[in-house]
C-alpha cells in the first residue's frame, strides 16, 4: 500500500469538518492555487486548525514562513510561528486537550499580527493600550 500524496492528503482534509480561513489559505498557497487567500489566525482555534494541517500534512511545516507573502497579519505571526505553537500546546494542547480558554495565546497571537503591522511601513495603523491593533488602512501608493 502506498503513502498517500500530498494532494490527496489535502483534498481529504479540505473535506474535513477542521478547516477554516487561515488554513485554508495555507492549503491553496501551498498547493501553488490562484486566488486570494489571506486570512491569517484571527484566534487560537483558528491557530489549531493551522497547526494540526501542518501536522496532516508535515512537508508545509518547513515553509510556513512563504505566508508572509500574504500580508502583516501573517508576516508577523509566522515570525512568532514556534513560539505561537508551544504557547497553545502547554495552554490548552493543540486539539484542545487541556482546556477551553487560551488567553495568553490570544495575546500573544494579537501582539505577533501587530508586530507585522508595525513593521511594515505601508500601513497607517492604531493599537490599544495592550498593543493589539484596532484598525489598518492601507497608505496610497
Known sequence: MSEKTIEKRALEWLFSRDTGASSK???AHMLGTSG????????PSDLGRCIRLLELIPEWKS??????VHGPGWAGQVKQW???VDSMADEVGINWGKGDRAPITYNAMKLAQAAGYR?????????????HLCSAQRKAQ
Open 82 to 84: 514556534d513560539s505561537l
Open 63 to 68: 515553509r510556513i514562513q512563504e505566508m508572509a
Open 36 to 43: 486570494q487567500f489571506s486570512s491569517y489566525p484571527s484566534d
Open 119 to 131: 513593521e511594515n511601513p505601508d500601513w497607517t495603523c492604531r493599537f490599544d493600550k495592550n498593543g
Open 25 to 27: 489559505a495555507i492549503c
